[in-house]
């Protein structure tokens, strides 16, 4: 796969709230292309609002930031091309009943649609056919993917893929797009020590290959970019969020209410 261009991603002062006050507020960062971002912060902490702000997703009502050079919210539909989503809750999910094949198919034929040129269309299907497999091929080596691997090779249900293994399918299924950017929600949730440092690695890998990396966890590596969301004075950022019992998903939910993105 050709290395991306990463997206530099910065915010200043950025808030966004819903119907139940501010889901964050005050955050402030900075990094370069290609950077490993770490969002950390107990549940109910505006993660996830920020990770869905800062590609484009949510409307932030406080404050601004930049992802690739463009400016949100104002910017928000450029950044949505070139920032994907791997695994979030309730906004990019995999489809237990899909098998891996019948994912990396609806994939490359939604990249097919809203990237191709018209020329590209007149091309052979047989053509067309090998350059959309060695996409494929390409994303899953990216992601660590081996499909032979797993139980029924590409025909295994996603109901049978292990945490770690739905991981990498989500993260191959938004490299198929080569974005500047993808965004991870709760990286580290229910994986072993063993599997935590196996898909920080992953990340860590796929920032090294140019990709910029944002991704929401409970504890961050010491080497990425760490953005807090509830604390006031962090490495990086500064942030006065509500911290009261809240849940992400209700987070979410309240935030796309206020401010009709998805």
């Known amino acids: ?46 993660r996830t609002c920020l990770l869905l702000a800062l590609t484009g997703r949510m409307r932030s009502i406080e404050g601004h930031a930049e992802t690739g050079g463009l400016r949100l919210p104002r910017r ?56 959309a497999r060695a996409r494929i091929d390409a994303a899953l080596e990216a992601a660590g993917l081996d499909p032979a691997t797993l139980p029924k090779a590409e025909r295994t249900s996603v109901r ?3 945490r770690l293994e739905a991981l990498r399918l989500s993260l191959a299924l938004a490299l198929i797009g080569r974005p500047a950017l993808i965004a991870v929600d709760d990286a580290d949730l229910k994986l072993s020590a063993a599997e935590r440092a196996e898909a920080w690695e992953l990340l860590r890998s796929l920032a090294a290959g140019g990709t910029t990396v ?32 809240t849940t992400d998903d209700e987070r979410t939910a309240d935030a796309f209410a206020e401010t009709g993105h998805s």
Request: proline fraction near 7%; charged fraction near 25%; hydrophobic fraction near 35%.
């Open 1 to 46: 796969m050709d290395s991306p261009h990463g997206a530099a991603v910065a915010a200043e002062n950025l808030g966004l709230k819903g119907p139940r006050g501010w889901a964050f507020r005050g955050v402030t960062f900075s990094a370069g292309p290609g950077s490993l971002i770490a969002v950390e912060g107990p549940s109910g902490s505006g």
């Open 160 to 162: 049978d893929l292990e």
């Open 76 to 131: 928000a539909a450029a950044v949505r091309r070139i920032a994907a989503l791997g695994p979030v809750p309730g906004v990019s999910e995999l489809d237990p009943a899909f098998t891996v094949a019948e994912h990396l198919r609806e994939r490359v034929l939604l990249q097919r649609r809203y990237d191709g040129s018209p020329r590209a269309l007149l091309r052979p299907r047989r053509e067309r056919a090998a350059t």
């Open 214 to 245: 944002l991704a929401v966890c409970s504890e961050a590596p010491e080497d990425a970019v760490t953005v807090r969301t509830d604390t006031h004075s962090t490495t990086g950022t500064t942030d006065t969020t509500d911290t009261t019992d």
